[in-house]
């Protein structure tokens, strides 16, 4: 499956909720630019944006089930929903999305680039669409490209 096909296939799933699917969007470019600019060899770069695209696939779920978005939760189910969304990937790339699905709020044990680069994303994302400073997640970024982008869309005070 493409990345394009992935992206499709998500926001169909988005059901016209433009808050998730410009979240995905978001997520999934800062991911891609981060990967490529820290140099990610193309099977971990592949697996990033697939990560990427899919980290929140069980929030219209939740969000419809429970009325909210729990981040354990959207971790919980995000890992079982994305093994059957990409069913059609090589077994070992549909184990680590689901792994990295499954941990995408969880910011110890950070076990590769892929994994690190994902959170930082996400955060920067997030703190994107809630106005918050800088401050809040830097100490977080590990990666020189995500400290990078971080600084010239967040404001530092």
């Not at 995408?104 to 680069?117: M, S, V």
């Not at 809630?130 to 010239?152: E, H, M, Q, V, Y």
């Amino acid at each position: 499956m493409t990345i394009a096909e992935m992206m499709e296939k998500m926001i169909v799933l988005c059901d016209g909720s433009l808050h998730d699917i410009n979240h995905m969007i978001g997520v999934w470019t800062y991911a891609r630019t981060i990967g490529q600019l820290e140099k990610l060899d193309q099977e971990t770069q592949y697996i990033l944006e697939a990560a990427a695209i899919t980290h929140d696939i069980a929030c219209p779920f939740i969000r419809d089930e429970f009325g909210h978005t729990n981040h354990k939760r959207q971790e919980t189910e995000g890992a079982v929903m994305v093994r059957d969304f990409l069913a059609s990937l090589p077994e070992d790339q549909l184990e680590r999305i689901a792994y990295l699905v499954g941990h995408h709020h969880t910011l110890n044990n950070i076990d590769g680039a892929d994994y690190q680069i994902l959170v930082e994303a996400d955060l920067i994302m997030n703190a994107c669409e809630k106005g918050w400073k800088l401050d809040r997640i830097f100490p977080i970024l590990c990666t020189d490209a995500g400290k990078r982008i971080a600084s010239a869309v967040l404001p530092a005070d």
